[in-house]
């Protein structure tokens, strides 16, 4: 039923991890590599389990710098660099990533569950502790309205940042009893203390530039990022809105003769 719930993050039928400490569902939607791209992903020990949602821009760069520190990799996915990287460095890891992405990994030797979030926050993560002690994590606050334990309260509050601001922002939800992963951060929580442990590997911040920035500047970060958003070797295809953004990306794809 919670799987069902969450069928719109993913066009593929539902995977399935569990035991008896922990369960994972992941809704498949492919694009680097089909085959090898299941998730839940294992590592090879069957120590760590991964679920992830995201599209790491950097992840051959990382892939090297991982290979180079003796890790093997059996895909050509970021899905598994971001579970290796984590494994290998932690939070250390995600500062050097570019891309946006939320992610769940469980440790069945240590019990312990990691989560994680892009540092803008474009990738949604929520947690919902249970009143029978069950620790629920998804992308999607729908998820959780399938469980017995689930009231499905409306913070008050959330609703008045809402209509202040025009956004919730995290870690407010729509639902009392539920949070949003704050951007930039990396959470652990051990089971066999019931406790989370919160660290802040980033932070994205507003600030006034000092200086005008020139056309050509600003056409040259538009090329930049681009470039590293375009996947490799797959159909793309651009979505038009009403707005001037969506024609200055065509006219710079046709200009860089991207098929």
Not at 2 to 22: D, E, K, L, V
Not at 163 to 183: D, E, F, N, S
Not at 217 to 239: C, H, K, N, Q
């Amino acid at each position: 039923r919670a799987a069902a719930a969450i069928m719109y993050r993913g066009n593929n039928a539902p995977r399935y991890y569990g035991n008896h400490s922990c369960q994972l569902i992941h809704c498949q939607f492919s694009i680097l590599d089909e085959t090898t791209e299941l998730q839940p992903m294992t590592d090879e020990s069957g120590r760590y389990v991964c679920v992830y949602d995201g599209d790491l821009y950097n992840y051959t760069e990382l892939r090297d710098q991982l290979t180079a520190r003796g890790n093997r990799f059996f895909s050509e996915t970021d899905t598994e660099v971001m579970l290796r990287g984590i494994i290998d460095q932690g939070a250390d890891f995600l500062k050097q990533t570019n891309g946006m992405f939320s992610v769940a990994i469980w440790d069945n030797a240590e019990n312990v569950l990691i989560l994680a979030r892009d540092p803008l926050g474009k990738k949604p993560l929520y947690v919902w502790e249970s009143e029978s002690g069950h620790v629920m994590f998804s992308s999607s606050l729908a998820a959780f309205r399938v469980f017995p334990d689930w009231r499905g309260v409306v913070n008050k509050g959330a609703i008045v940042q809402f209509v202040r601001t025009g956004i919730i922002p995290p870690p407010l939800t729509i639902y009392r009893g539920t949070r949003a992963i704050l951007p930039g951060t990396l959470e652990t929580y051990r089971l066999s203390h019931r406790e989370w442990t919160i660290t802040a590997y980033d932070a994205f911040v507003c600030g006034k530039t000092r200086r005008k920035i020139t056309d050509e500047e600003m056409l040259s970060e538009i090329d930049r990022a681009l470039s590293i958003r375009l996947p490799r070797g797959v159909p793309t295809g651009l979505t038009f809105s009403a707005g001037v953004d969506s024609g200055i990306l065509a006219c710079r794809l046709a200009k860089s003769n991207y098929p």
